[in-house]
């Protein structure tokens, strides 16, 4: 999934949108919320109170977050199974039985309690009135540890599982969490499952496109190096303004094409890139079982890109590059036509601090996040790669322009993270660590086991979070054994003390 072009990546694998003002409640069960399967209910939709800074004693101020429970496969004397949500709302598709995704088959094979919670500041999970950037300060992933902490101790004494061994799951950000729950609340959490959990912060990850080059090629060697030569004549010609008009027919774009600065022309460039950047990173995943709008139709694929960049009928490279995007604004993205605001446009949308803004769903509240403790600034600062035209300079001035935090403070966030986390050095026990060698995202993930208790699963041929979701007859080979290995550690750690 990914937001506007301005927005640096979306790693969230669990997230649809949805709106609540239910408050806190004792009582578990509400009859609209509740998933029904065979009579019983499959899911309840909870609250537990937070604290709004949990490294301040003298701040009193607390708020609500939201969190869904299922008892299904619960079984007297099982683990709790904690399911981390991430840049955006809570998906109850996670949390459903047929297809079940891989947690929850897991779970019914260990007889686990299964819980989710939402992130601070995503879905309905809102600390604060509004998205200010004074408010925001509240939110990161220090935060969002500490919430988890206290929900698993609130939740444990509540329903006497304080000597129940806790397992955290979590798909890219959360992924990172589950890993970060582990690493510093070893006491609450027994073991974590960290599928494509991005660990290394860094400003300039150029190793993004990089793996965007090799899983092109590895479908066709010619197929990244069309690629490049489609970009390189679109940057070429995106420099005249009497070619406009041309581009804003080749590509269908909602209007015409007007660039104004240099950002503009980085806007658009990234934009039309994140087609392809978007299909490799999620290329022939399972998520149509989450029943999303914009993924009804996930037949586009690597196989599709380099299709269509090798169809010498369609003209030149340049052409062929159109064609896909067109071919991907209308099947995969529904959309009729190419969404085409200038940077300055959207630069207002992500002022916008109300949570019904055009970013308030998680687009504000992540590029807050990247500037202040990740960077993941997907830049074309490499040669090894197919695009050009949006580089650091870029992303950083984002930054400055959105929420008014300098070079030097991004640089100094993205330094503490490391420092704070141990970047690929984490030292910890009973993590597992899955990759996909597709998933751009590996090139900040643990893709070699560090240690016995530290396993890393590397996943020739699958993308992003592929091991998260529900299984099918098509899976690769090494794919169903990835499952299946976790399903064994799972199996060992919760037999050790």
């Not at 981390?84 to 929850?104: H, Q």
């Not at 897991?106 to 004074?134: I, N, Q, W």
């Not at 420092?419 to 643990?446: C, K, M, Q």
Request: aromatic residues 12%; neutral net charge.
């Amino acid at each position: 999934m990914a937001f506007q072009a301005l927005i640096v990546f979306t790693l969230a694998c669990l997230c649809v949108p949805c709106y609540s003002n239910r408050k806190f409640i004792e009582i578990d069960t509400f009859s609209n919320d509740v998933q029904k399967g065979n009579g019983k209910p499959v899911f309840q939709e909870q609250w537990i109170t937070q604290k709004l800074d949990h490294f301040n004693g003298a701040d009193s101020r607390v708020w609500n977050q939201k969190f869904l429970v299922t008892e299904t496969y619960y079984r007297a004397g099982g683990p709790v199974f904690l399911m981390i949500g991430g840049e955006g709302p809570i998906n109850a598709g996670w949390m459903a039985m047929n297809p079940g995704s891989a947690w929850l088959t897991y779970a019914k094979k260990l007889g686990a309690l299964c819980l989710m919670v939402e992130h601070r500041f995503y879905g309905d999970s809102r600390p604060t009135v509004d998205l200010s950037t004074e408010n925001l300060r509240f939110l990161s992933s220090q935060q969002a540890l500490a919430d988890l902490a206290h929900f698993r101790t609130v939740i444990a004494k509540q329903r006497g599982l304080t000597n129940s061994k806790w397992v955290a799951f979590g798909g890219s950000y959360p992924g990172a969490l589950a890993a970060w729950s582990r690493l510093k609340y070893p006491h609450l959490i027994h073991a974590a499952v960290a599928s494509s959990a991005p660990l290394h912060a860094t400003v300039n990850f150029s190793e993004y496109l990089e793996v965007v080059w090799r899983a092109l090629a590895a479908e066709n060697p010619e197929c990244p190096l069309l690629v490049k030569k489609a970009f390189d004549t679109l940057q070429e010609r995106i420099k005249d303004p009497n070619n406009y008009d041309n581009i804003t027919k080749d590509f269908n774009l909602c209007s015409k094409l007007q660039i104004q600065s240099e950002k503009d022309r980085a806007y658009i460039l990234d934009a039309l890139a994140d087609n392809i950047m978007n299909t490799v990173q999620y290329n022939n995943d399972n998520r149509e079982f989450e029943v999303r709008e914009h993924v009804l139709d996930t037949n586009c694929t690597i196989k599709t890109v380099c299709g269509v960049m090798s169809d010498a009928s369609l003209g030149d490279p340049y052409y062929r590059f159109a064609a896909f995007v067109r071919l991907r604004t209308i099947t995969h993205l529904l959309k009729p036509c190419v969404k085409d605001l200038t940077y300055n446009a959207n630069l207002q949308d992500l002022r916008n601090t109300s949570y019904s803004g055009p970013h308030g769903g998680g687009g504000r509240q992540w590029t807050y996040q990247t500037c202040t403790e990740f960077g993941y600034f997907q830049t074309t600062d490499s040669p090894n790669q197919p695009f050009g035209g949006f580089g650091l300079q870029y992303h950083v001035e984002q930054c400055q322009d959105i929420f008014n935090i300098s070079a030097k403070t991004l640089y100094a966030g993205i330094d503490q993270t490391n420092e704070n986390y141990g970047s690929y050095n984490i030292r910890a026990t009973r993590i597992v660590f899955p990759n996909g060698s597709i998933d751009p995202w590996h090139a900040l993930g643990i893709t070699s086991s560090i240690s016995d208790d530290l396993p890393a699963i590397f996943i020739k041929g699958t993308a992003h979070c592929a091991n998260m979701y529900p299984a099918r007859a098509e899976d690769l080979p090494q794919l169903t054994l990835a499952r299946e290995h976790v399903f064994q550690l799972l199996q060992k750690w919760l037999k050790e003390k």
